[in-house]
């Protein structure tokens, strides 16, 4: 079982950056590719970011791609989101994902997934 817990979120105004972090709590984490997912009111959820295992790949939905930045410690069981450059439009709930496959684009291929961090732009 893989437990995981967002944390990070807030408001910002546009143009502004904001951190992102889920911790995972299972001794095989390494093992995980893991994504980030972002679901507005009213609408899907919907992939944002994804990175292998090693963190050596990286995907990301071409509305982030050059804006943000997801990266891993696997030594410290997390995974991050660095939003850079953000938008009235990215405002959402955040939600990480786990699962053993790379890479994590499909809400429905995640087996394991955080409560979510609200993410508010103001414009």
């Known amino acids: 079982q893989v437990q995981l817990v967002e944390s990070g979120g807030g408001l910002v105004q546009a143009g502004g950056s904001l951190g992102l972090s889920c911790a995972a709590s299972?001794?095989?984490?390494?093992?995980?590719?893991m994504g980030w997912f972002r679901q507005a009111p009213g609408k899907e959820r919907e992939f944002v970011a994804t990175?292998?295992?090693?963190?050596?790949?990286?995907y990301y939905a071409g509305s982030v791609k050059g804006r943000f930045t997801i990266s891993r410690d696997n030594a410290k069981n997390t995974v991050y989101l660095q939003m850079n450059s953000l938008k009235p439009e990215d405002t959402a709930v955040y939600y990480c994902?786990?699962?053993?496959?790379?890479?994590?684009?499909?809400?429905?291929?995640?087996?394991?997934w955080g409560q979510g961090t609200q993410v508010t732009v103001s414009s």
């Open positions: 990175i292998s295992w090693s963190g050596t790949s990286t």
């Open positions: 994902a786990a699962d053993l496959i790379y890479p994590v684009v499909n809400p429905g291929q995640c087996d394991y």
């Open positions: 299972v001794r095989t984490y390494s093992r995980y590719a």
